[in-house]
């Protein structure tokens, strides 16, 4: 079973300041893997997949790179409404897994 | 646009079954899509319960295969969700969400329903 570890666990950050966000697989899993930004009360919203294609109508301050097992997601330009929870995802070997995910904070 | 919604009862007995539905509007259930149902708990975070292709073969999490059947309804555009032997661990945000896999590229869970909080209690 592919286990995803997140780091960090948490994030502070002001408004215009670039994150950083990190998840490496404990095997390789090619480029299988998406990004997802969950705000409270609300289901995860995808924005990466395959590893650095941004899906339709996110903006082009979320870029995602990386293949096998290390994977990293920027923003490179926090706005406001990023200030949320963020998710990666193996769909490489059953059973899929998520990440335990990065808070990031507003400092 | 293709959307999502789960229905059915939000809190369940010890022992019980769970039994969920996730309906599909703007899209038909038979497209070539992994329909799944992924849950969320505080103490579990996110996890993949199983899913069911639209050509009807199933997949499920080995941590709960035993418990969990995915079955799918064409003529109304609907999957469900049926979780036997419920226990408190069970208690969780219950999402259905569409799974994107053509060819050999993987374009994610795209369509996400907003989930349904089931508590398992007594």
């Known amino acids: 079973e592919i286990v995803l570890t997140q780091s960090p666990a948490s994030l502070s950050l002001s408004p215009g300041e670039r994150a950083t966000l990190s998840c490496r697989a404990s095997q390789s899993i090619s480029t299988f893997l998406g990004w997802y930004q969950q705000k409270p009360g609300q289901a995860p919203r995808l924005l990466i997949y395959?590893?650095?294609n941004r899906a339709t109508g996110i903006p082009a301050r979320f870029s995602g790179s990386g293949s096998e097992t290390d994977f990293t997601l920027t923003i490179s330009s926090l706005e406001p409404e990023d200030f949320a929870v963020y998710y990666c995802h193996q769909r490489s070997n059953w059973p899929f897994a998520f990440g335990g995910g990065t808070k990031v904070e507003i400092k | 646009q293709v959307q999502l919604q789960e229905s059915g009862l939000g809190l369940v007995k010890p022992s019980e079954t769970l039994s969920l539905t996730c309906t599909v509007s703007g899209g038909f259930v038979s497209g070539t899509y992994y329909w799944s149902w992924i849950r969320q708990s505080p103490g579990k975070g996110l996890e993949w319960i199983g899913y069911?292709?639209?050509?009807?073969?199933?997949k499920y999490n080995p941590s709960l295969k035993s418990r969990v059947t995915i079955s799918m309804d064409t003529s109304k555009d609907q999957f469900s969700l049926k979780v036997t032997s419920l226990t408190a661990a069970d208690t969780a945000v219950y999402y259905c969400a569409r799974d994107v896999w053509l060819g050999n590229l993987y374009y994610g869970l795209d369509v996400w329903g907003q989930g349904t909080t089931v508590a398992v209690s007594s």
């Open positions: 069911i292709y639209s050509s009807g073969s199933t």
């Open positions: 395959d590893a650095s």
